[in-house]
Structure formats: C-alpha cells, structure tokens
C-alpha cells in the first residue's frame, strides 16, 4: 500500500503550477522540468508496533562559504569550512535527526560528510554537480532511512529556476513515513524579489497540498523564506500546515509568534511540536547570520491495516485541491 501510494505522487511528473503567479504561460515556464525520483527502498528494519515517533528537526542557514571567501561580502568572519566544523558540532550537540540546510556550498558539504559522513544521510549532496549540494536534507542514518528522493524548481533571483530537494524517510523504530523538504526563498540582495517568493510560495503551498492529498502522510517544510507574517499567513492559510513555533490562523486574521524570523519549520496537524528554539548561541553567532531553528516533534504510532501489512498513514489526507492545475511535484 505505501509503495502504492508512492508510485502515485511520484508518477506525477511534470505538471503545472497551483495558484495566482501570473499569466498562464508564466506559470508553466515555471513548473517545466522533469521530476527525478530514485527507486523506492524496502525496509531494512523491523518496526516496533505501536510506537510513536519522535524527533528533532532543524532548519539551518549556514552561510555559504562564498559570503565569506576573498570576493565574499562578509569581511573578517572564519572561513566556511571553519564555520562549518563550528555547526556540524552544533547539530551533533543539539541531537538533530532531520535537517534542512540552505547556503550549504560545497566547502561546507564537504566538511560537514568528513565529520558527519557517517552518522547523516543527505540529499541531494552532488547528485545534481557541485553546486546541488546548496539546498539539501541531512537525516540520521541510525533513526530514518530513506524511501524515494526528488526535486522541486522553485524561482530564485531574478526568477532563475533551483532545484531543491524532497525526500520521504521511514523511521526505523516505529515504521511512519514522512515528507521533508526545504527550500531557500529569494531575498532582495539582486534586486526586489517579492514577485519571485510569492512564485515560490505558490509552488511550495501546491506542494504541500499535492503530497498531503495523494499520500496521506505528514508533510514537513523548513527553509529561509526571506519573509516573515507573509510567508505565515500564506502557508497556513493555504494548507493544514502549523508551524514548530505556533501562531494563530482562524480564516479572518492571522498572526505569526513573536519574535518572528524568516527561518521557519512547518509540520502537518498530526505533529506536536515542543521546546522550539531559534538557538543563536556563540558558535551559530560566529558561523552564520542567521539563527538555529529547531524543535522537537511527534507523531501518533502508525496503525497497521489487516488487509494491508506496511503500516498506514496517521494523518487523514486533504481534500485534492481544485482550481488551476498542479505543480511539478515528487
């Protein structure tokens, strides 16, 4: 049945983008490309019946190495391969088990799979070439295991089309199967870049709503948005996520925690987030300008149907989303 499911949301193929992002010739220039999923995995481990499953997820936007390289505009900060040995201890420190990781240049990547390498699974790393590895998922190999892989385009600036990664992991104790995912929204350093998130957000909230209602499964999001009550508002009120660090969404007004920050994890309803933090101590300080989102998370053991041995889904799926046609989606 999971592989089933599956084979559904990742036979999508290339379709077209959900919601209002302009004309319609704009928004399938957008959605254009060919999704490339990797082959579904068996489990290699047997889950415990009725167990729930808990985790710490993590965003991260570590600061590409090239903002502080000889041509970098952030003069006087540590090298990015010293800044990423910085972080890679705070992600062992704060026992992260999913991560999505922005700015991640291949410096960093390198430095983070020589200490880390074998503790973390990562996606897309180099599989698309060197410069792939900038928006990518890290996971803990002893606590998840990866199912399928695939990619999403999302406009960055000046609307130029980046690949970013989802990936469906199974936790190894207790079977569930979820969606992660992060993305790097632009910011307006080459220019106003509003026209490019609100595309990105369109993409990403179809997204979330295609593999909410074709699987059934938890969906989660991390990222840099670059925005902060919009992209709020937008992704709550467009779909059924909630975000780590709560807030309120009723349908007449809306209105994100305080402080709010442009780093955001999200999770779908059958998530209960704890002890969110946007951790800013003096190795993040010193490593990147942003902050360290993380939170805990659970989710209710799976239920296992009769009729069908893989476990089932928790959640109930959405209703398929009516409207404009459908984004490029795994």
Same mark, same amino acid.
């Given at each position: 049945?999971?592989?089933?499911l599956?084979?559904?949301?990742?036979?999508a193929?290339?379709l077209r983008?959900?919601?209002? @992002?302009?004309?319609d010739?704009e928004?399938?220039?957008?959605?254009?490309?060919?999704?490339?999923p990797?082959?579904?995995s068996t489990?290699?481990?047997?889950?415990t019946p009725g167990t $729930?499953?808990?985790?710490?997820?993590?965003?991260? &936007? #570590?600061?590409?190495? !090239?903002?502080?390289?000889?041509?970098?505009? %952030? %003069?006087g900060?540590?090298?990015g391969?010293?800044r990423?040995?910085w972080?890679?201890? #705070?992600i062992?420190d704060?026992?992260?088990?999913?991560?999505?990781?922005?700015?991640?240049?291949?410096p960093?990547?390198r430095?983070f799979?020589?200490?880390?390498?074998?503790?973390?699974g990562?996606?897309?790393g180099q599989t698309? !070439?060197?410069?792939?590895?900038? &928006?990518? /998922?890290?996971?803990?190999?002893?606590?998840?295991?990866l199912?399928?892989?695939?990619? /999403?385009?999302i +406009?960055y600036?000046?609307g130029?089309?980046m690949?970013?990664?989802?990936?469906?992991?199974?936790n190894?104790?207790?079977?569930?199967?979820?969606y992660?995912?992060?993305?790097?929204? $632009?910011a307006?350093?080459?220019? +106003?870049?509003?026209?490019?998130?609100?595309?990105a957000?369109d993409i990403e909230?179809a997204?979330?709503?295609?593999?909410?209602a074709?699987?059934?499964? $938890?969906?989660?999001?991390? !990222?840099d948005?670059n925005?902060?009550d919009?992209y709020?508002c937008r992704m709550?009120?467009? *779909?059924?996520m909630?975000?780590? &660090? !709560?807030?309120?969404n009723?349908g007449?007004?809306c209105?994100?925690?305080?402080p @709010?920050?442009?780093?955001?994890i999200?999770?779908s309803?059958?998530?209960?987030?704890?002890?969110?933090?946007?951790?800013?101590g003096?190795r993040?300080?010193r490593?990147t300008?942003?902050p360290m989102? #993380?939170?805990q998370?659970?989710?209710? +053991?799976?239920?296992?149907?009769?009729?069908?041995?893989?476990?089932t889904?928790t959640?109930?799926? *959405?209703? @398929?989303p009516?409207? +404009? $046609?459908?984004?490029n /989606?795994p």
């Amino acid at each position: 049945m999971a592989a089933l499911l599956l084979g559904m949301v990742l036979g999508a193929g290339a379709l077209r983008l959900a919601g209002g @992002t302009g004309s319609d010739g704009e928004a399938a220039r957008l959605a254009e490309g060919t999704v490339a999923p990797s082959p579904t995995s068996t489990p290699t481990s047997t889950p415990t019946p009725g167990t $729930p499953s808990q985790f710490t997820i993590s965003s991260l &936007n #570590v600061l590409g190495a !090239g903002h502080t390289g000889p041509h970098g505009n %952030k %003069k006087g900060w540590a090298s990015g391969e010293q800044r990423m040995r910085w972080l890679t201890n #705070v992600i062992r420190d704060n026992g992260v088990d999913v991560i999505g990781l922005q700015e991640f240049e291949l410096p960093q990547y390198r430095v983070f799979m020589q200490m880390a390498g074998d503790e973390y699974g990562i996606y897309p790393g180099q599989t698309w !070439g060197p410069k792939a590895t900038r &928006n990518s /998922v890290a996971w803990k190999l002893d606590e998840w295991e990866l199912v399928s892989a695939s990619w /999403v385009e999302i +406009p960055y600036f000046h609307g130029n089309l980046m690949r970013m990664p989802v990936v469906l992991l199974r936790n190894l104790a207790s079977g569930q199967e979820a969606y992660f995912s992060t993305f790097h929204n $632009p910011a307006n350093a080459r220019g +106003p870049a509003a026209k490019w998130r609100k595309q990105a957000t369109d993409i990403e909230i179809a997204l979330v709503n295609r593999l909410r209602a074709e699987s059934g499964l $938890p969906v989660y999001v991390t !990222g840099d948005m670059n925005e902060r009550d919009i992209y709020f508002c937008r992704m709550t009120s467009g *779909t059924d996520m909630l975000a780590a &660090n !709560g807030g309120f969404n009723d349908g007449g007004s809306c209105g994100p925690a305080r402080p @709010t920050y442009i780093d955001w994890i999200f999770g779908s309803p059958e998530t209960t987030f704890t002890e969110y933090a946007a951790n800013r101590g003096p190795r993040i300080r010193r490593s990147t300008d942003h902050p360290m989102i #993380v939170a805990q998370a659970a989710l209710p +053991p799976v239920v296992t149907d009769p009729d069908c041995p893989t476990p089932t889904p928790t959640a109930t799926p *959405t209703p @398929t989303p009516t409207g +404009p $046609p459908t984004p490029n /989606v795994p």
